[in-house]
T-cell receptor
Framework: KNEVEQSPQNLTAQEGEFITINCSYS?????LHWLQQHPGGGIVSLFM???GKKKHGRLIATINIQEKHSSLHITASHPRDSAVYIC?????????????FGKGTLLTVNP | DAGVIQSPRHEVTEMGQEVTLRCKPI?????LFWYRQTMMRGLELLIY????????DSGMPEDRFSAKMPNASFSTLKIQPSEPRDSAVYFC????????????FGPGTRLTVT
């Protein structure tokens, strides 16, 4: 079973700061997902990546397959970025039915 | 498209009662997922359907839980009999071709079993 660790668990930032959230996993994967869950509970998929880097607006996600590590960066953070960010991995090895979730990082951006 | 639709949004029931949660995936998506989220365990995948067929139900906690997908536009998750420890938010998500593509989540059903 893949173990997914996120850090930090909680993060408080001031508006405008550059933010990094980390995700490490223990077993080779086929894909890694970053999800955003807003205070109201809705979940949005931000990125799905298996190598390299993806960028969408102020959000950047990177993955290092060799180091089994991914980072989610938010540039010029804003209070509306306040949410729980969840990392999830799909296991590789022929059976990619498993999706293992990290426990999430609670981000609070203060104005 | 209206996105993934779940009903009801909230459900309060007494222990021992049957509960049925419903999901309509995004039209054109052929993969459907049921998740459960609790404070203690976070998000967990319960079952995954592809082309209406259950592919992996190893996440279903016990025999009290069952899920069906009779057609491409409808799925149910049933709990019978319900127990207080089943209280959680249940999410349905859909995608095109499984885990390797972006999943779209429904708003969730908040279940409280008293």
């Amino acid at each position: 079973k893949n173990e997914v660790e996120q850090s930090p668990q909680n993060l408080t930032a001031q508006e405008g700061e550059f933010i990094t959230i980390n995700c490490s996993y223990s077993v080779g994967i086929s894909a890694l997902h970053w999800l955003q869950q807003h205070p109201g509970g809705g979940i949005v998929s931000l990125f799905m990546l298996s190598s390299g880097k993806k960028k969408h607006g102020r959000l950047i996600a990177t993955i290092n397959i060799q180091e089994k590590h991914s980072s989610l960066h938010i540039t010029a953070s804003h209070p509306r970025d306040s949410a729980v960010y969840i990392c999830a991995v799909s296991d590789s090895g022929g059976s990619n039915y498993k999706l293992t979730f990290g426990k999430g990082t609670l981000l609070t951006v203060n104005p | 498209d209206a996105g993934v639709i779940q009903s009801p949004r909230h459900e309060v029931t007494e222990m021992g009662q049957e509960v049925t949660l419903r999901c309509k995936p995004i039209s054109g998506h052929n993969s459907l997922f049921w998740y459960r989220q609790t404070m203690m365990r976070g998000l967990e995948l319960l079952i995954y359907f592809n082309n209406n067929v259950p592919i992996d139900d190893s996440g279903m906690p016990e025999d009290r839980f069952s899920a069906k997908m009779p057609n491409a536009s409808f799925s149910t998750l049933k709990i019978q009999p319900s127990e207080p420890r089943d209280s959680a938010v249940y999410f349905c998500a859909s995608s095109f071709e499984g885990f390797e593509n972006e999943q779209y989540f429904g708003p969730g059903t908040r279940l409280t079993v008293t």
